[in-house]
Each structure stands twice: as C-alpha cells, then as structure tokens.
C-alpha cells in the first residue's frame, strides 16, 4: 500500500515537473506579433517615486493588464528598492495571465535565474552595467539553458558593444540609473546604431500614445510602461485608454 502511494506521489511530482518545464510564451514572438508593443509593468514602487501604488495587488493588476491588450507583461521582483516580490510572477500566473512575463530585477547572479524559471517567468533582464562582457554572456547561456529568452538592458554607446552577443531583445533604458534622470531621446538616439535585425525594446520615461508611434517609425517594436498606468486608479483601464490612442 505505502508503495502504490509513493508511485502516485511520484507520477503526480513528474506531472508538476513537466508544467514547470513547459515552454513559456516567448516575449520576442508576442512583440514582434503585436500591433501596440506595450509591456505594463507591474510597479509598486521606485527608489526616486518611493510608493506609486502599495495597495496594487498582483492578483489583480497583471490580469487586467492582460484583459486589457498588453503584448506582455513586466513585473518587478525586487524587494527593497521596488517593494517586489519573486510570489508576484506566480500570483499573476495563478490569476490566469499567459502572456509572457519579464522577470525585471536586478540580476547578478546564476540563482536569481533559477528563481526567475521557479516563479513562472518567460524572460529576463540583465542590465549591461552590471557586468564585463564575458560574465554577460555566461548568464546569458545560463538563461537560454533554463529556457529564458533575455532582455539585454543598454544605457548608452559604451555599452552597445553587448548587443553582439544576439541576446533575444535589446532595451534601451532611457533612465540613467545613476541620476535617474530619463531622456526618451536617448532610444531615438541608440536605436541606429543597434544591429538592424535585433528587436528594440524602449524602457521608461514613456508616458503618451505619440511617443509610442514615433518610437515605432523608428524601429522599435517593445515599449515598457509602468508608472504611467500604475499611478492611476485602475492601471488596466489606463492602459485600455492608452492601447486606443495609439
């Protein structure tokens, strides 16, 4: 009897393993699909805001986001700095989100990786500032081995040398992490000089439906979005609103 038990443990355990393992939506596919782009994040706080929606729950927000026409979603994992956490990925997954989700943290190390895979992400983020080239590229073959697609974030000219590593999404972050200060300029300005064929990605600073459109004309196909939905009332209506301007 103990041992018909333990079978049916172990057969449930592959089971579970094998959901686990599944093939995650791909983000480049959704992005490169969509007509809008848009990736809402999921956004609770920021070090220069401090709170922008405390009360926002993960249950809740990504699904409508979802419900709502995002091509995917962001969420932050970042406790201390972004009051996130890895449990809000698997919430929104429990929820009934199946777009992909962007693990966003700050990633440094081959564990956060893993916990990204555990918690039900599609992709992450590495930031190109956080590394040498070659330590770079080592989590990037890590992610790719786990089944992450990688959004490589960039900042400025000294750091487009990275996207020859062919990570699956290129961003460029148009908040300087050092003053905080954002510049969507700084996508139009990058957007050239990055390999013709890679898929653009525009973060932060993009607050209204023109910049979007202009930010497409000039090769940018993913625009991640946070503060402008998060600090509204009911960020899946914002961003319902924000999708029909566009």
Known sequence: MAKDILQEIVAHKCEELALLKAKKPSLREALLQSETGIIAEFK?????????KEDG?????????????AAAISILTDKHYFGGHD???RTARQSGVTIP???????IDEFQLYEAVLCGASAVLLIAA???YDRCAELMHTAHNLGLEVLLEMHDEDELEYA??????????????GSFVTDVENSFRLAELLPKDAVKVSESGISTPATVKALRAAGFRGF???????KTPDPGLALKDFIAKI
Do not use: H
Request: charged share 20%.
């Open 44 to 52: 609770r706080k920021s070090p220069s805001k401090g709170w922008i």
């Open 57 to 69: 729950r993960a249950d809740i927000i990504p699904l409508s986001y979802q419900q709502n026409g």
């Open 87 to 89: 449990d809000f990925i």
């Open 101 to 107: 989700i962007l693990y966003k943290n700050f990633v």
């Open 130 to 132: 956080c590394f040498t």
């Open 164 to 177: 020859e590593l062919q990570p699956d999404l290129c961003g460029i972050n148009n908040r300087n992490l």
């Open 224 to 230: 991640l979005i946070g503060e402008t939905f998060m």
